[in-house]
């Protein structure tokens, strides 16, 4: 991806009005800033024969307004709000496709760990984003290793709420497995069970049939997770959605293949160097991330009530 700088994009709404996307600005003292206290989400809008789509901002939002709750975050700003202005970026910047980001965060008054006397602050930007792990990834898959770190558990810190400070554990996951010459990680959870990856969940194929884990192992309820499931249901294959799946399973599955708003469906043909099937996309992974494409670029009526348009 390359920087911002380089983007034909000018505008971000915040607090309910529209700024400059330069004077887009917070002070060095807000608390989101020194705690991670804050949520957020990634949303993809698809450039369709219909014009530009948000996928499934309905169930975004859902999650967004859900992991304000457990930091009693009040977000003053309705979803029927945040729906028309993002709306209005996408068409005031001209945007046939784009990833969205919402973010609500503590901002500046005082500097206690209890944000109680801080206003929430609320933003969206978006700007064009093209394959998260590349174009060739969608194909060829990726090549991945078990990170040394561990997902955070439930009991710990909320793991089914977005939020901000939550993603140094993934930072440190997808930069481990990077300065190893790998694409991305997977990353287990306390129990040693497969979790997630940094930003993705994982889906393993085994005769035919698919695993992905449960809530209860620590993942975030991924959207595009959602869909996968769906979508293999309704193409007829089996799909067990309360895994637990164990590391030793990733070197022997037939398919492995990885789901997020910003991955969207990637194949993984390697685990710690290991390859995974015949190393690379398999049939399976193919027909779900065939099918995906399908819906999110409107080739076809159905699923219509999963978009939003301008």
Same mark, same amino acid.
């Given at each position: 991806?390359?920087?911002?700088?380089?983007?034909? =994009?000018?505008?971000?709404?915040?607090?309910?009005?529209?700024?400059?996307?330069?004077?887009?600005?917070?002070?060095?003292?807000?608390?989101?800033?020194?705690?991670?206290?804050? /949520?957020?989400?990634?949303?993809?809008?698809? *450039?369709?024969?219909?014009?530009?789509?948000?996928?499934?901002? *309905?169930?975004?939002?859902?999650?967004?307004?859900?992991?304000?709750?457990?930091?009693?975050?009040?977000?003053?700003?309705?979803?029927?709000?945040?729906?028309?202005?993002?709306?209005?970026?996408?068409?005031?910047?001209? @945007?046939? !496709?784009? #990833?969205? &980001?919402?973010?609500?965060?503590?901002?500046?008054?005082?500097?206690?760990?209890?944000?109680?006397?801080?206003?929430?602050?609320?933003? /969206?930007?978006?700007?064009?984003?093209?394959? #998260?792990?590349?174009?060739?990834?969608?194909?060829?898959? =990726?090549? =991945?290793?078990?990170?040394?770190?561990?997902?955070?558990?439930?009991?710990?810190?909320?793991?089914?709420?977005?939020?901000?400070? %939550?993603?140094?554990?993934?930072?440190?996951?997808?930069?481990? $497995?990077?300065?190893?010459? #790998?694409?991305?990680?997977?990353?287990?959870?306390?129990?040693?069970?497969?979790?997630?990856?940094?930003?993705?969940?994982?889906? %393993?194929?085994?005769?035919?049939?698919?695993?992905?884990?449960? %809530? !209860?192992?620590?993942?975030?309820?991924? /959207?595009?997770?959602?869909?996968?499931?769906?979508?293999? &249901?309704? %193409?007829?294959?089996?799909?067990?959605?309360?895994?637990?799946?164990?590391?030793?399973? @990733?070197?022997?599955?037939?398919?492995?293949?990885?789901?997020?708003?910003? $991955?969207?469906?990637?194949?993984?043909?390697?685990?710690?160097? =290991?390859?995974?099937?015949?190393?690379? &996309?398999?049939?399976?992974?193919?027909?779900?991330?065939?099918?995906?494409?399908?819906?999110?670029?409107? &080739?076809?009526? $159905?699923?219509?009530?999963?978009?939003?348009?301008?």
């Amino acid at each position: 991806m390359s920087g911002f700088e380089d983007m034909d =994009v000018d505008t971000i709404w915040m607090d309910g009005e529209f700024v400059d996307w330069d004077e887009a600005q917070v002070h060095v003292l807000t608390h989101g800033l020194h705690y991670g206290s804050g /949520i957020f989400e990634g949303v993809r809008c698809y *450039d369709t024969e219909e014009g530009p789509a948000i996928f499934r901002w *309905d169930e975004h939002l859902d999650r967004f307004y859900n992991s304000a709750k457990p930091y009693d975050m009040d977000i003053d700003h309705s979803r029927e709000e945040l729906t028309e202005a993002t709306l209005e970026l996408i068409e005031s910047q001209d @945007l046939q !496709s784009c #990833y969205i &980001r919402p973010i609500a965060f503590y901002g500046y008054n005082s500097l206690g760990v209890s944000p109680k006397d801080c206003p929430t602050r609320t933003a /969206i930007a978006c700007w064009p984003w093209g394959t #998260y792990l590349g174009e060739e990834a969608l194909e060829n898959g =990726v090549d =991945v290793m078990v990170s040394s770190w561990r997902k955070h558990a439930s009991s710990q810190v909320p793991t089914n709420a977005k939020t901000t400070g %939550l993603y140094v554990n993934s930072m440190l996951a997808g930069e481990e $497995a990077r300065r190893n010459d #790998y694409v991305e990680a997977i990353v287990l959870n306390k129990e040693g069970n497969v979790a997630e990856g940094p930003g993705e969940n994982v889906f %393993l194929v085994n005769d035919g049939e698919l695993y992905t884990p449960g %809530l !209860s192992e620590s993942i975030l309820d991924g /959207i595009t997770r959602r869909t996968a499931i769906t979508l293999a &249901r309704d %193409l007829g294959y089996t799909v067990h959605d309360e895994a637990a799946i164990s590391r030793g399973e @990733l070197y022997t599955a037939d398919e492995l293949f990885f789901t997020g708003s910003a $991955a969207e469906i990637t194949p993984i043909r390697s685990v710690d160097d =290991v390859t995974i099937g015949p190393g690379e &996309r398999g049939p399976v992974t193919e027909d779900i991330q065939s099918k995906f494409f399908e819906v999110v670029e409107r &080739r076809t009526d $159905a699923y219509d009530e999963w978009f939003t348009y301008p």
